[in-house]
Nanobody, 125 residues
Framework: QVQVVESGGGSVQAGGSLRLSCVVS????????MGWFRQAPGKEREGVAI???????YYGDRVKGRFTISRDNAKNTLYLQMNNLKPEDTAMYYC???????????????????WGPGTQVTVSS
């Protein structure tokens, strides 16, 4: 049974920082890509930051320069350092893992087959 568990969400004022963590356990195959997605009420789930097992990364346009994704392969742990947070960053943040190796970074939610329950991030102005 694959388990994906996020932690580190919370409430912060604009300009503040938060660090999200995600542990993936119980998987039978190699994890190819891991990523953070977010979904605000009434909006579609969007890719925030993605990293593959070689360390290549992708960032959504709205978080470039503010968020940093990192991955500890030995611990199957994913991190998201979020700096200079803005009210528009408020959303439920989901960690996802994919065992699909398509030879490129996977940026669409449909390309991920394991998801955590989410952690809420709220940024006040």
């Amino acid at each position: 049974q694959v388990q994906v568990v996020e932690s580190g969400g919370g409430s912060v004022q604009a300009g503040g920082s938060l660090r999200l963590s995600c542990v993936v356990s119980g998987y039978p195959y190699d994890i190819y890509c891991m990523g953070w997605f977010r979904q605000a009420p009434g909006k579609e789930r969007e890719g925030v930051a993605i990293i593959d097992r070689d360390g290549s990364t992708y960032y959504g346009d709205r978080v470039k320069g503010r968020f940093t994704i990192s991955r500890d392969n030995a611990k199957n742990t994913l991190y998201l350092q979020m700096n200079n947070l803005k009210p528009e960053d408020t959303a439920m943040y989901y960690c996802a893992a994919s065992t699909f190796d398509m030879g490129r970074l996977l940026t669409a939610p449909s390309e991920y087959n394991h998801w955590g329950p989410g952690t809420q991030v709220t940024v006040s102005s």
